[in-house]
């Protein structure tokens, strides 16, 4: 059985959606990275970058969201593209500004504005603006068709997993600029598939606040302003 080691949080969400969505069995390894999991010597045996998700197959250890895609994509072979150039080229473009441009500057974006310290003005409008710039990109694509390739799959699997978070990287008022992103979230969520991901972190018991201790764990970078 597939092992998911598991973080209620974006990237690892989009992971148990492709999972749910062709109904591989997995079972959860729950990876608090509140709690400080992420830096274990036994987790960090499969993911040296210690952070959620990652895979294990057997002998095989996978880790970062986006590798695992393209490898339960290529192992289960669903919700790929099809196999031309024309179609592959739009698909790992697309995929790749996901994992490279709205995953880390929403996560940027969330880190200045929830949890930095000040003075944060420059950070905080660089993300917010970068944030904001790639997904009017995703919204422009999605205002022209309903998926972001030909047909659902990995990459609107993945788009959801930050699309869910939008409120908290952009601000409450974040949909009135992004209806058609809104419209995609809202037809995963309705699928039992997506309603089963929320409901992992309610059958595991994952830390919900974010307290000093961990504050160490998801920011050891803090530490050295300290000394
Ligand atoms: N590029 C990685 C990013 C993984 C990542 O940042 N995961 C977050 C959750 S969405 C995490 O584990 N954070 C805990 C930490 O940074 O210590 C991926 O796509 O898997």
Redesign the pocket.
Known sequence: MLKLYY?P??????VALYLEETKTPYEIVV?D?RKGD??APEFRAINP??????LVDGDIKV??????MLYLGEKVGQFMPAKTPAAHADFYSWLMFV?TGI??YC?QAVHFKHFAPEPKEYAVNRYDFEAWRHWLLIEERLAKQPYMLDAYGIVDMSVW?WARVIPFVLGADAWERLPSVKRLLDEINAKPSAQAVEAIKTMHAFKTEVDEDSRK????SNERLKK
């Open positions: 973080h949080s974006p990237n690892p969400a989009k990876t990275t992420q830096h970058n210690g952070k959620t998700p990652a880790f970062d969201s986006t590798a695992i994992a995953g880390p996560g997993g764990n998801l920011f050891p």
